[in-house]
């Protein structure tokens, strides 16, 4: 049992060491001149093959979470099996959730090309569907980062729950979680994402990765057991 558990989080921690690495690949080098001036419509038809690869990337990246639902519901079910089943049913809607938004990066990439082929007057024709297309990226991106900030929320609740990591940092992840749903929430009330709320997850995500690589999930204490499921 305790060999299953140490496994089983060794696997998520890679997962999550596989998913901060692309994320950072994702957003700051292949996608990069999405939003770098002077707009994607310029920029992203010259970069069409590296956004594309971003847009692969980042499909698999969310898809991992699917694979940290499947791995960790053996060993939240028996005790959690409300956070175990929660963690699934969010990994899906992720996944789902994947699928539009890196769509959408892909149809910024067509119109962008079909940006370059055209005309003058073309062109402003263009102009005017930029947001059109932009907001159908970026809608599904906040509703999607909302998403993965609730499915941390529920990991960290559940680790919390199990004691399987120290309670520290599985407070420390519910805490940061809320705050990544916090920021990413801000444009749905007219306001900047907040983007410093975003830096206790990573550092959060990081920390708890290195702990599983080292360690994985470790037995619940006996004194914990038999305080009922949640």
């Known amino acids: 049992m305790v060999d299953a558990l140490s496994r089983a989080g060794r696997v998520i921690g890679v997962l999550i060491v596989?998913?901060?690495?692309?994320?950072?690949?994702?957003?700051?080098?292949?996608?990069?001149?999405?939003?770098?001036?002077?707009?994607?419509?310029?920029?992203a038809a010259p970069h069409s093959h590296a956004i594309a690869l971003g847009a692969l990337v980042g499909l698999l990246i969310e898809a991992l979470w699917v694979g940290i639902a499947v791995t960790a519901f053996p060993v939240f079910y028996e005790r959690a099996p409300a956070r175990a089943l929660w963690l699934l049913a969010l990994a899906a809607v992720i996944l789902a959730l994947a699928v539009v938004e890196n769509a959408s990066v892909m149809s910024m990439v067509t119109v962008s090309e079909a940006y370059a082929k055209a005309s003058a007057a073309e062109r402003a024709q263009l102009e005017t569907v930029r947001v059109v297309v932009s907001s159908?990226?970026?809608?599904?991106?906040?509703?999607?980062?909302?998403?993965?900030?609730?499915?941390i929320f529920v990991f960290y609740a559940?680790?919390?729950?199990?004691?399987?990591?120290?309670?520290?940092?599985?407070?420390?992840?519910?805490?940061?979680?809320?705050?990544?749903?916090?920021?990413?929430?801000?444009?749905?009330?007219?306001?900047?994402?907040?983007?410093?709320?975003?830096?206790?997850?990573?550092?959060?995500?990081?920390?708890?990765?290195?702990?599983?690589?080292?360690?994985g999930f470790r037995a619940e204490p006996r004194s914990a057991i038999g305080l009922g499921n949640a």
Do not use: S
């Open 18 to 43: 596989i998913q901060m690495i692309g994320g950072f690949l994702v957003n700051f080098v292949l996608e990069a001149p999405l939003f770098g001036a002077p707009g994607f419509l310029p920029n």
């Open 158 to 215: 559940a680790v919390y729950r199990l004691r399987v990591i120290p309670r520290i940092l599985g407070g420390f992840g519910i805490v940061a979680a809320l705050l990544q749903v916090i920021a990413v929430a801000m444009p749905f009330f007219h306001r900047d994402v907040v983007f410093p709320m975003l830096a206790p997850l990573g550092l959060c995500q990081l920390i708890v990765a290195v702990w599983l690589l080292v360690k």
């Open 136 to 151: 159908a990226r970026n809608w599904v991106h906040y509703m999607a980062r909302m998403t993965d900030g609730f499915a």
